[in-house]
């Protein structure tokens, strides 16, 4: 460790704070004192200005920023400004707000663009309070009136701070000062109202701009995706092109998060089209998210053909491409993406070890990945995480090793969290470890007090172990904290449209057809072999009621419809907002061997693919 005041004895008789600042990386000071632009700073002024901005800019650290301030002390003066304004904006920028104030109150000259500098320099990190204290000193102590720039950054931070009081305190200082003509600040505000939820603010404001760009219309796409909109963010996207503003990449961004919101399979194809129409199949963030949103829709294997035209994938690509293989049950094809990944030279990082070790758990592939986990961090150089950690408690509960899970928790470097614990907890109910369960979710009720799962889980342990009096017990308490059961719900997409269906629904217009398709159906794979597994049922009564109440599933009421309007060739793609039940699981197995069809069911958990008989979970799920 050394000071500033050893690098040169001029700087000791200099009046300014700084020179007794600590520099963590020496070396960098040596550096910058034996170049050579700065030893030629005063026969050759030019040259040592630029090289200084240009390590302003590209200043890595702190203490990389404090090394070149102590060269600009002793060959520079802040007469100009501009040397000040850029180190005030670079210490700022890292977090250094002591710094940055010192220095810009000893700079002799203050003009609007160094009130900017200090500014935005506060901006990227949140800082509302010193962004507004900056503002009021700027107006009120020097005069000086704040322009567009001034009011974006100021916006910028609010927004990342979710400060919109403060943000409509300056969205009226813009208003007074004649500013709301300025597409980049209005652009700033529809931001802050769209990530708070103000959706009535954003449309004001959209119909006072005198003309929205592409980045308004990107931001109100963005926004409604955000807000649950999606179908209004779809109609923003078909406003702009009706106003013949061209889409960007960020635009198809945005109209892919719409796709995956709305979870129409065909909407996904058509705006593939305008990508591919637009010249954008090419830009491997657009293409990455088109794969990321066929792999969520059940179309993996549309994912694997975008990722093969890509030329140079980057990590994100690869990433994406192994999640969707993970997600869909396919390990052994999860791992060899891995493998290719690193031949190619591609560094992974923490997403795609979580989404490796994901695959590994959903394909019980141990031994793979426990050699991942181990070593993730001495080969990768990726420490694990919380959710690596739930991964691998995740992989060894499933594959029955709950003792091996409960000692990695106890291992682990940081507390688990709701995530690490409900992983265990999960394999606790699968495997009848009542007393580990009870332990479990003590835990959990005290991380989540208000999450109904938890207690459902409890009280399904309870129930299956023939527990009842505990069971009512769990849900006596339940509705003592007013906590609500999240009902089943399965959805199918035919002609554009999504059909929903719950236990026992008979609200849809074809419920007529869809029963007596399904009774066809249950009778058919009961001749084949198949037996309800109505321990699934966890209610007390009688054996033949557990067999009605379980045929009635919302997975099999959406089955029948799918046989009933989807064409042969076609795979029948259903989403279920809860995890799929055993017995619905041995149905659609039964169901895709007897009429020929390929099934695709998304739970909350990952996508389950039948045909012929066969899932490619392995009935490990």
């Known amino acids: 460790m050394i000071r500033l005041r050893s690098c040169s004895s001029s700087l000791l008789n200099f009046p300014f704070h700084f020179r007794t600042h600590q520099i963590q990386s020496p070396q960098c000071i040596y550096k910058l004192f034996t170049q050579k632009a700065f030893h030629n700073a005063h026969s050759n002024p030019q040259t040592p200005l630029s090289a200084l901005i240009s390590a302003i800019s590209s200043c890595p650290s702190v203490s990389y920023c404090r090394a070149i301030h102590a060269c600009v002390i002793k060959s520079y003066s802040y007469s100009d400004g501009f040397i000040g304004d850029q180190l005030v904006s670079c210490y700022a920028k890292m977090g250094s707000a002591e710094d940055a104030l010192n220095l810009f109150d000893e700079m002799p000259k203050r003009d609007l663009v160094s009130w900017n500098s200090l500014i935005s320099g506060f901006s990227p990190r949140g800082y509302v309070e010193k962004c507004l204290n900056a503002l009021f000193r700027m107006r009120f102590e020097v005069g000086i009136e704040p322009n567009e720039v001034t009011l974006i950054s100021v916006v910028s931070a609010c927004a990342s701070r979710g400060a919109v009081d403060e943000g409509m305190h300056i969205h009226g200082l813009a208003l007074k000062l004649g500013l709301l003509w300025e597409p980049k600040l209005v652009n700033s505000l529809i931001n802050l109202y769209g990530k708070s939820g103000y959706l009535d603010a954003v449309c004001r404001l959209i119909e006072t701009m005198p003309m929205q760009n592409v980045v308004s219309w990107n931001l109100m796409i963005a926004i409604h995706a955000q807000n649950g909109s999606a179908a209004e963010g779809l109609n923003c996207f078909n406003l702009m092109r009706r106003a013949g503003v061209y889409p960007a990449d960020g635009t198809v961004v945005s109209l892919l998060q719409v796709c995956e919101n709305l979870e129409l399979g065909k909407l996904a194809e058509g705006v593939h089209g305008v990508i591919i129409k637009c010249g954008l199949s090419a830009n491997v963030r657009v293409a990455t998210g088109v794969l990321d949103l066929y792999a969520k829709l059940g179309r993996l294997d549309y994912s694997l053909e975008v990722f093969k035209e890509l030329i140079n994938p980057d990590k994100v690509a690869w990433t994406a491409m192994l999640a969707g293989y993970a997600t869909h049950g396919y390990g052994q094809e999860a791992v060899e993406i891995f493998e290719n990944m690193v031949r190619k030279g591609v560094q992974p990082d923490h997403v795609t070890f979580t989404h490796l070790l994901s695959a590994c758990s959903h394909s019980g592939l141990v031994k793979e990945g426990r050699n991942y986990f181990n070593i993730m961090s001495e080969v990768y150089g990726v420490e694990p995480r919380l959710d690596h950690y739930s ?231």
């Open 391 to 621: 991964c691998m408690v995740d992989l060894l509960g499933r594959s029955g090793l709950l003792n091996d899970a409960y000692e990695l928790i106890k291992q682990m470097p940081m507390e688990p969290n709701s995530g690490v614990w409900g992983a265990i907890f999960g394999a606790c109910r699968m495997y009848g470890n009542i007393e580990l369960g009870k332990e479990v979710a003590e835990r959990l009720f005290a991380l989540e007090p208000s999450d109904s799962r938890n207690y459902i889980m409890l009280s399904n342990m309870y129930s299956a172990a023939g527990l009842w009096r505990d069971a009512s017990q769990v849900r006596a308490v339940m509705k003592e904290k007013g906590l609500a059961r999240t009902p089943g719900c399965s959805f199918i997409e035919y002609r554009n449209e999504i059909h929903r269906f719950v236990v026992g629904d008979q609200s849809h217009p074809e419920s007529v057809r869809i029963y007596a398709k399904l009774e066809e159906v249950i009778g058919k794979i009961r001749k084949a072999g198949f037996v309800s597994q109505t321990e699934f049922i966890l209610h007390d009564v009688e054996e033949a009621v557990k067999e009605d109440m379980i045929s009635e599933h919302s997975e099999k009421l959406a089955i029948a419809f799918g046989l009933l309007v989807i064409n042969a060739g076609m795979p029948i793609i259903i989403t279920k907002n809860l995890r799929i039940c055993g017995d619905c699981h041995g149905a659609a197995k039964f169901i895709s061997l007897i009429e020929k069809r390929t099934i695709i069911i998304r739970d909350s958990k990952r996508f389950h693919h039948f045909t012929n008989g066969v899932c490619t979970c392995g009935d490990y799920w």
